[in-house]
């Protein structure tokens, strides 16, 4: 069976907290609010958006969008793409040959169309939905639903925030919450996923019976 793999992007497949954090320390300093982010401050997000993790930095309600534009600025015009998840490139390149893989993220389409290139997996994913496109997470999922044939008995959701698995659940998707992304394992458990994992390669491990030789 075909299964239906939705990954989340920044902090599944892409290593991005280091630039999260500077990134964010940057605008708020250009926008008259300096401060020191932390891992911390993505931890407490109910909501992993860039305008939540704007919120919570102290950022003013009519800044907010200036906020999110100017991160979203920079994250495009990095010369260098985000680094990889360590053991990740091998587990997608086993998945990818008996399951449908996807991208849903806040991040813009061409940080993650970089990002798959240059790390050799852009063939690996059938369809990408960045902030660019319409839609909340939940709508999103359906729209990547319709886009692999209509079915959602065999989806999955996997990301590293609470928010993720909200919207897997209210999506009517399964949900793989992974412990190395920005958000502890401890805050994950509070929304009892249904499944948690703490090495890409626990992915393996979830889905052997549709890896060829298995």
Not at 75 to 100: C, D, G, H, M, Y
Request: glycine share 6%.
């Amino acid at each position: 069976m075909d299964r239906l793999l939705i990954f989340d992007f920044d902090g599944v497949l892409a290593d991005s907290l280091a630039p999260m954090l500077s990134y964010a320390a940057q605008v708020c300093s250009e926008l008259g609010y300096p401060c020191h982010p932390t891992k911390q401050d993505l931890e407490v997000l109910e909501k992993m958006e860039f305008a939540e993790y704007g919120r919570q930095l102290g950022i003013p309600e009519h800044l907010i969008a200036e906020f999110v534009a100017r991160n979203f600025k920079l994250f495009a015009n990095r010369i260098e793409p985000l680094n990889i998840t360590p053991e990740i490139k091998s587990v997608i390149e086993q998945l990818s040959q008996a399951n449908t893989l996807t991208i849903i993220t806040g991040n813009s389409c061409s940080v993650v169309e970089k990002f798959l290139e240059n790390h050799g997996i852009k063939d690996k994913f059938r369809k990408v939905l960045a902030a660019e496109d319409e839609g909340n997470r939940v709508e999103k999922i359906h729209k990547i639903v319709l886009f692999q044939g209509g079915s959602i008995s065999e989806g999955f959701l996997i990301g590293d925030a609470v928010s993720d698995i909200r919207s897997a659940r209210n999506a009517g998707v399964k949900s793989i919450a992974v412990s190395w992304g920005h958000q502890s394992k401890v805050k994950l458990l509070t929304e009892t996923p249904d499944f948690l994992i703490d090495r890409p390669e626990e992915l393996l491990t979830l889905f052997s019976d549709e890896l060829p030789g298995k």
